[in-house]
C-alpha cells in the first residue's frame, strides 16, 4: 500500500471486512450499521473508533514518499524519479506523465490529498524565492523585477551568512514535530472539527470496554430501542415493550421507563440531573462527566441488560 493506488473496489472489499468484523454476529455476514462509517472512521477523540478508512490509509502511506522526495535526497530511487521526472523542480508540482512509472503515477494521484499540509521553514535561505514554492499561490509570472546590471553584480557579490536554522526545507503541518508521520497524514486526511473532550472521557473510564461502547453509542443516539427501529424503518411498532409507552426512546429505556425508573431509585444516591429534562447527547455527556460515572455507566449497562433480557428472553 505504500507504493500502490490500491482500486476502489479493494478498498471498498477492505472496509467491507472492516464492517463486518465491527457489527456482524459470530459466523454471519449480515450486519446493521448503527453509526454511520464516517463517523467510525474518526479517532476516538473527534467521536469515532479510530478504525481507519482504507483509502485514506493508502494514501498517507504514499505520502511518505512525498516526504522522502523533498528531504532524503541522497537515497538511490530518490535520484532517479528527480532526474526522470523533476529536473530540478519540486516534487509539490509534480505532473502525471504519459508512460510513467506506475510508483510515479500514484504518488501523482496522492499529491492533491496532502499538498496543503507541505510548508516551507526557512533556514540558511539557500532555496530559490523564485523558483521555490515558498510563497503559496502567488503567480510569480505576473511578476517582474528589472535591476541595473551595477546593482545585480553587487547584490551577487554579497556572501550568505551561515544560519544556525540549518537548511531550508519543507515541514509537515500535521504534526508538531514539522516531520512527516504516516499517523499524522492519515489525521490530516480526516480535516477534522473542534475536538471535544468528552470523546476521550468516555474512553478513559474505568470500566470493562462493552460499556464504553455503550456510552459511546448513546452520544451517537444510536443505541438499538423500539423508536430508533420504527425511524430506520426496521419495525412499524416504536413503542417500549415493558410499558406499552408509544415510543421507546433512548432516554425512555434507560430512564424513564417506570422499570429502569425502579432500578435508579433502588441505587440510591442518584444524582438529581439524571431525571432531568434533555436531550440524549447532553445527558450521557452528564453522566460521563460526573463525578460517579463509574457507577452511573455500571447502572446504564445493567438497565439496558435488563431490559434486552425482558424483551428476547421473557425474563424479569
Request: charged share 15%.
Amino acid at each position: 500500500m505504500q507504493s500502490l493506488w490500491l482500486p476502489q473496489a479493494v478498498c471498498n472489499k477492505i472496509n467491507q471486512a472492516s464492517r463486518t468484523m465491527l457489527w456482524a454476529k459470530a459466523g454471519s455476514s449480515r450486519y446493521w450499521s448503527l453509526v454511520g462509517w464516517n463517523t467510525i472512521t474518526r479517532p476516538k477523540e473527534l467521536g469515532g473508533l479510530g478504525i481507519r478508512e482504507s483509502q485514506q490509509v493508502n494514501i498517507s502511506l504514499i505520502g511518505k514518499l512525498i516526504w522522502d522526495l523533498l528531504h532524503s535526497l541522497q537515497k538511490p530511487w530518490v535520484k532517479i524519479l528527480q532526474a526522470k521526472y523533476l529536473h530540478g523542480e519540486s516534487v509539490l508540482h509534480a505532473k502525471k506523465s504519459n508512460g510513467a512509472s506506475q510508483v510515479w503515477n500514484n504518488i501523482v494521484k496522492a499529491l492533491p490529498f496532502l499538498r496543503q499540509g507541505f510548508y516551507p521553514k526557512l533556514g540558511a535561505g539557500n532555496s530559490s524565492l523564485w523558483y521555490e514554492d515558498w510563497l503559496g499561490a502567488w503567480n510569480f509570472d505576473s511578476l517582474f523585477t528589472c535591476l541595473p546590471m551595477e546593482l545585480a553584480n553587487r547584490i551577487q557579490q554579497v556572501p550568505i551568512p551561515s544560519s544556525p536554522a540549518g537548511a531550508d526545507m519543507f515541514s509537515w503541518a500535521g504534526d508538531s514535530s514539522g516531520f512527516y508521520i504516516i499517523a499524522s497524514g492519515f489525521r490530516f486526511l480526516l480535516s477534522p472539527d473542534l475536538v471535544d473532550p468528552i470523546w476521550k472521557r468516555v474512553w478513559k473510564l474505568h470500566v470493562p470496554e462493552k460499556i464504553k461502547f455503550l456510552l459511546w453509542k448513546g452520544l451517537h443516539s444510536s443505541i438499538p430501542t423500539n423508536h430508533f427501529h420504527s425511524l430506520c424503518h426496521l419495525d412499524s411498532v416504536g413503542s417500549c415493550p415493558r410499558c406499552s409507552c408509544p415510543q421507546e426512546t433512548i432516554l425512555h429505556a434507560i430512564r424513564d421507563c417506570p422499570h429502569s425508573r425502579e432500578v435508579w431509585l433502588q441505587v440510591g444516591n442518584t444524582p438529581s440531573q439524571i431525571f432531568s429534562l434533555m436531550d440524549c447527547f447532553t445527558w450521557f455527556k452528564g453522566v460521563i462527566t460526573n463525578s460517579a460515572a463509574k457507577k452511573l455507566a455500571i447502572v446504564i449497562w445493567w438497565i439496558w441488560r435488563l431490559r434486552n433480557n425482558m424483551v428476547f428472553h421473557g425474563n424479569n
